[in-house]
């Protein structure tokens, strides 16, 4: 088991990545003090297959909880879900002193911190993540948000968990192309900081696809290393450090947008945003063309798309006008000058936009 701070003034909190770790949350949140009710958002499939692992490891402490459960899919990242689940926990908010637990994937994380974050002007929440990707990305950083019907995450805040706690045993259940999807993050860590990271990847991929515990417990504790780092340093992009996080973002959120999220999941979009990244990298000479085709093959290899089928290449463009990252009408981009270094640059002309798209269709 590791256990990784993310150091904030007031909004500290521990990492903790481990097999087996689940049946200790509830020591560990007696330790924390947040409260005796849970309020565990999460799905069906997760409930009926972990839930009494949860459950118990809950009461054995003292803990009441309720479940809420939502549909496992990105449309549960909405307004109205969110409105839903205000009504249901104030009508369970009776004469209890609550916490939310978060239990699940991405969407689930982001969608349990929105509302913990607004509920009662901020409600004490942890993310318990049942994804790699969550466990690698998602649950670590403190950015909640919604989707609206103009683009991905346009309604959110930074609200920080009092812990996250990574289970990788609960991996070995993902299907491949959730595991998949979620090596997209785990190559963005590696691209944008940490070269030994990507040489690991290099040579473990296949036992990594294979769901090798000591594999996924080692990717999994660095990425949230590197990602605490960061946040620690830069908790809401203040100072432009995190903003190289967002690697990729900016295309593959359009991307998904322009797919209306049903083409491309969140990681293989992208890993397709990553690419024309690069692409645009090359033909501003910043990054070398060996590289470039490191990255790529990296990205083949974990099994994860190098070309864009089935969305409009004018929604794409049109989409990524929604982009968080623009000011006003300058855009801004994470660039790659070589692997483990990024650059941050704006007002990328249209044509390369369009030429590094072009080369994915």
């Not at 409600?123 to 049942?130: A, G, H, N, S, W």
């Not at 769901?211 to 605490?228: P, Q, Y």
Request: hydrophobic share 45%; net charge positive.
């Amino acid at each position: 088991m590791k256990s990784i701070k993310v150091s904030l003034k007031g909004n500290s909190y521990n990492i903790i990545a481990g097999s087996g770790v689940l049946v200790k949350l509830g020591g560990q949140l007696k330790k924390l003090k947040i409260g005796a009710d849970a309020y565990i958002i999460t799905n069906a499939y997760l409930k009926s297959k972990f839930g009494r692992i949860l459950e118990r490891s809950l009461r054995d402490f003292g803990f009441s909880l309720r479940f809420k459960l939502v549909p496992d899919a990105e449309k549960s990242k909405s307004l109205a879900q969110a409105a839903r689940i205000l009504a249901d926990i104030t009508a369970y908010d009776q004469k209890k002193k609550i916490f939310i637990v978060a239990f699940g994937g991405g969407v689930i994380g982001d969608l349990a911190g929105f509302t913990a974050s607004i509920y009662r002007r901020g409600t004490p929440y942890i993310q318990v993540p049942t994804t790699l990707l969550a466990q690698v990305d998602s649950s670590i950083g403190g950015k909640t948000a919604v989707d609206l019907d103009q683009g991905k995450n346009l309604a959110g805040t930074f609200y920080q968990p009092r812990l996250v706690l990574s289970d990788i045993d609960l991996l070995k259940s993902l299907p491949r192309k959730q595991l998949v999807s979620a090596l997209a993050e785990v190559i963005k860590y590696a691209v944008i900081k940490d070269p030994r990271l990507f040489v690991y990847l290099e040579k473990n991929m296949d036992r990594i696809l294979a769901k090798n515990s000591g594999c996924l417990e080692f990717i999994v504790a660095r990425c949230a290393h590197i990602k605490a780092d960061i946040v620690s340093r830069d908790e809401k992009e203040a100072l432009g450090l995190r903003t190289i996080l967002n690697f990729g973002h900016t295309l593959g959120h359009a991307i998904e947008a322009a797919g209306s999220f049903n083409i491309y999941n969140h990681g293989e979009a992208v890993g397709l945003g990553m690419l024309c990244s690069c692409g645009i990298s090359r033909s501003l000479g910043l990054l070398s063309q060996r590289d470039f085709e490191r990255i790529e093959v990296l990205i083949r290899r974990a099994g994860l798309p190098r070309a864009i089928k089935g969305v409009n290449f004018n929604k794409i463009i049109s989409s990524h006008y929604h982009d968080k990252k623009f000011i006003g009408a300058k855009n801004k981009f994470v660039l790659v000058k070589k692997i483990g270094q990024a650059m941050i640059k704006e007002n990328i002309p249209l044509e390369l936009i369009n030429e590094a798209l072009r080369e994915r269709f």
